[in-house]
DNA sequence: CGGGGACGGGACAGCGTTTCCCCGTCCCGC
DNA sequence: GCGGGACGGGGAAACGCTGTCCCGTCCCCG
């Protein structure tokens, strides 16, 4: 009942241990062909799938990848988990999920979990607040990970470690809402991300700041979120709002520092009557594919999804494997990693896409 | 600089290996608490953590369960998995994720990785269509899979082995599409999953079959992807008909058997000028929480996405360890084993939702 | 015809854990 | 006071595979 091992495969073809291993696995030995044929004939007919648990201990490499995520089910992650996978799995690797809902303790749990399957890289998505106590602990788990030869990815802020791709948040929100103004928009409202997570404080305060040097102060501040429901939420305070404020045919203009939120927003208000961009004009950040689809279309920063995530699997799969060079005690402070690769960080930027959600009312 | 072993925490804390494991990981065996202090500091101090890879190899088992999906960029699947992967992460276990695409081959692959990887379980999320060559590779890696001890749930069909948590596709579709009728719905469009997928078919087909009951045949058949894409190509071809057919007042009502495909048609047919549900309504299946949120919002059967994902998981983890005899504070409750083991399959319900995206015109 | 390489294959020592089994101790009851 | 449990701890054999080293052949060349 125990599965087809090597040994019985080595065995029913009359060959070693060795020999088999090497005919069925990429060895850099290619063993003689009339063998290996009978090897991998045997291997065929007992239906033998290699044990990569013992493969990745005897190599000490495991072709596994971590890939954490806040919310899978938030397109944004989903868009870029999707590339990643695709990626990774084209190169013979596997990914590995997590989710934190942004809980920095589920982080920290899943951050073991992954360091402790010896995954070969960590790709992490979406910013984290680290600078509380929680976070000494994932800096300690990513610095000792990397210590190892692991890899680590951050994408959308730094980790602290290893390399980043990073969006230009501040700047990006910074042009969009410039564009905003532009197109005529003056009340705005904005959103804080519940517990400053930093992407969607530098987003904010981007937008916020091209909001100040144009001399307009945002009319309301929100706390929710980043999230469907947040946006909901988001919702429910613009109509709280614009119920209390002072009667203004202009409509309110509320950025949402993520697509998910905006797209929920989208939903939210118009349950609650109030229109779009009529009385109020929405923006996201991201560039999910959803933003395109929806009703009104959402005006948005459109970041490169798919060229980050590539971006990062190459980063990940780069010679994948690499012996160290224990050079002894070297004098001088002089740095010992001598091949270092440079690029440690990588900018992008997202472009401003305005869509029908923030259109100025052609006032029929 | 190789990571810190269970070995070198037993020499720091001057024990045994035998005592170290024990003292870190649940054993049956209870150290003394002197000596499990003892090993407890060594181990945060030199920052111990486990070899999942080596632990696996040692217990034959992985705490690992493969998650295969067709894509998980599509709100129906990210909605699944992110259940799925809560879930699992909450059992101390890991989720391996893979995307198909709907390629047979890539699947086969995956199945392998999986497998290799030793998973303890699989669950398949989508259907498949088995019957073709390749399927039989599927097959035999499933049934091999499960003769050694793992478990399989298919989701969305039968994989004809393990478990099988399936929607009444037919029924729904067909209360469905009886519903659609009763609104006052008379011109039908329908859309064949490329190359027949077994549930997409089953959709269409139970839709189909209400129509035909109630005397009306879809006056349009398409052939399109069960992806957003698939839904723009299907806007498309809807244009198309509308060009050629007669005109008429009464709106084309179109089955995507996906919400996804849904939205995305409802986002190319608004490019395209087309009024829904003036002019073309349109219902998808599924019930995504983007459906909510749309305007319109979609018509569409709301299958129990997070039952679905609960109940696999549930029985993914069934008894996943006979050990654990620790008999703490808790005792009594449950040691029934084998006998729900019966239940191979359960069927959900979707339940229809009307919603605008299928309104009849109040025509002013 | 002999020697040296090249080559194909096999034995075996790990890889990091778990776990079975054994062995001292200590405690208890008789 | 002695035998027997119970208990806490250690030794060592797996787990399935890789990779290094070693050995026997065979071929080619001098």
Redesign the pocket.
Known sequence: M??V??????QDA?????????V??G??????K???EKVEASAARLG????A???A????RSGLIGLVVHDIADPYFATIAREVQQQVFASQSQVLLTQTDREIDTEVRALRSLIAQQVDALVLVGSHRYGNDSDAAISTLLEGFARNGGKVVGMGQSVGVGRTIVPDNAAAAHELATALIVEGHRRFAVVQGIAGIPSAGSRTGGFVAALTEAGIEPELSIEAGLTRDGGYELAERIEEHLETAAADDAPLCVFAPADVMALGALGELRRRGISVPGQVAVAGFGGVPDGADSHPTLTTIALPLHDMARQAVEWVLEHPVQDEQGGGDEQGGQHENAADDAITEVHVRGDVLLRESTAVAAKA
């Open positions: 125990p599965a091992r090597l040994s019985d495969v080595a009359g060959v070693s241990l060795a020999t088999a291993s090497r069925l696995n060895s850099a030995r290619v063993p003689g009339a063998v290996a033998y799938v290699p044990n648990q013992a493969q201990l005897a190599r000490s």
